[in-house]
């Protein structure tokens, strides 16, 4: 009685980060829990280093359109649609099609709990816990899980991990 509870986190300090929407859906949706980065001068990118919830942020773009025929092999590889191209994405297929990506805003939240390092090997956290499939080898990963649909909210983005402004809280 009469104990004050502390928050599990501020909502002044909630950050996110911007990701192309074919990942968005596939670490909200599919199941992907490592954000791949690349090291910033050989070592570990900043956002790699975060702890605590995050938002996830569907950028505006899917890239170009051949960046996106790789992404999307990619992820149809990893989900089991061996047989997916970008010509076939429709929505019989359990990959989103990419006119019913959302862009530019808020898709979900997160709990960011460890690192994956170059070579695979998983610090902060416990391993079996992750589909390390996710991870690109040569590239620092964030460990993502309790990965959760917001109800979308359009929103510009930025690079790198950022703070959410204040009227979204």
Do not use: M
Request: aromatic share 6%; net charge positive.
């Amino acid at each position: 009685r009469g104990r004050h509870l502390q928050p599990l986190f501020s909502l002044d300090d909630l950050r996110a980060i911007t990701v192309r929407p074919q990942w968005g859906h596939s670490i909200i949706h599919l199941g992907k829990g490592v954000e791949n980065r690349s090291p910033v001068l050989g070592a570990c990118p900043p956002i790699c280093r975060h702890r605590g919830p995050l938002f996830i942020h569907a950028g505006s773009s899917c890239g170009t359109r051949r960046a996106f025929s790789t992404d999307v092999i990619a992820i149809g590889k990893i989900v089991g649609d061996r047989q997916l191209e970008v010509a076939d994405l429709s929505p019989h297929l359990t990959w989103t099609p990419v006119s019913h990506l959302r862009k530019g805003g808020i898709i979900g939240v997160a709990r960011a709990i460890g690192t994956v390092r170059p070579a695979g090997t998983v610090a902060a956290c416990d391993a079996e816990l992750l589909d390390l499939r996710w991870h690109i080898q040569g590239q620092w990963g964030l460990v993502l899980v309790d990965r959760t649909p917001v109800s979308f909210t359009p929103l510009g983005g930025a690079l790198g991990l950022w703070r959410v402004p204040n009227w979204y809280n």
